[in-house]
């Protein structure tokens, strides 16, 4: 099933500890279809059409059951279909930091978070958007706190 132009239920459904702890991670909630659908055509396809390259989906729709086999957050946006982690790296042709700030330049979102990574760029991008609701813009980098004491989410 496409969500847009680009972008397939598949690839915002694949994962690979799915796969191998035999979890379904197809959601049967159309209302979830919609979101996806809805983020597939306010984010991902604005940026695949922006940079006309390939844009890798690494974390797309999360059941209950496979959010919380990954240490997931118990509110995250991926089990509502409403997020998307975009990694530029996979393919080439653009950046994360240029899709981040692409996003938060031209698109209207929810939640834009710049994960990890260094100053230059991010390991990944998180995306959220709320369909027919109220994107806040807010912008967050994601940092590791020492010693494997978690992660510090900071307003940017």
């Known amino acids: 099933m496409k969500l847009s132009k680009n972008l397939t239920l598949a690839e915002c459904t ?19 279809i919609e979101n996806l659908k809805a983020v597939a055509g306010h984010i991902f396809q604005p940026c695949r ?5 390939p844009i890798y989906v690494s ?11 990954i ?16 990694d530029a ?7 994360n930091a240029e899709i981040f700030e692409y996003i938060k330049e031209c698109l209207d ?10 100053d230059d760029n991010p390991d990944w991008v998180h995306v ?6 109220d994107n806040r813009k807010r912008c967050l ?3 590791r706190l020492p010693k494997g004491k978690g992660t510090e989410y900071r307003l940017i």
């Open 71 to 86: 240490g997931g957050s118990n509110r995250s946006s991926h089990m509502e279909g409403t997020a998307l982690d975009l």
């Open 49 to 53: 059409d922006n940079f006309g390259v």
């Open 14 to 32: 694949r994962s690979n500890t799915a796969k191998r702890l035999g979890i379904n991670n197809t959601p049967h909630e159309e209302w979830i």
């Open 128 to 133: 959220s958007f709320i369909p027919g609701g």
């Open 141 to 143: 980098k994601a940092v």
């Open 89 to 95: 790296d996979v393919f080439g042709g653009c950046t």
């Open 109 to 118: 979102f929810d939640t834009l978070i710049w994960e990890y990574g260094t």
């Open 59 to 69: 974390s797309g729709y999360r059941s209950f059951k496979l959010n919380k086999a």
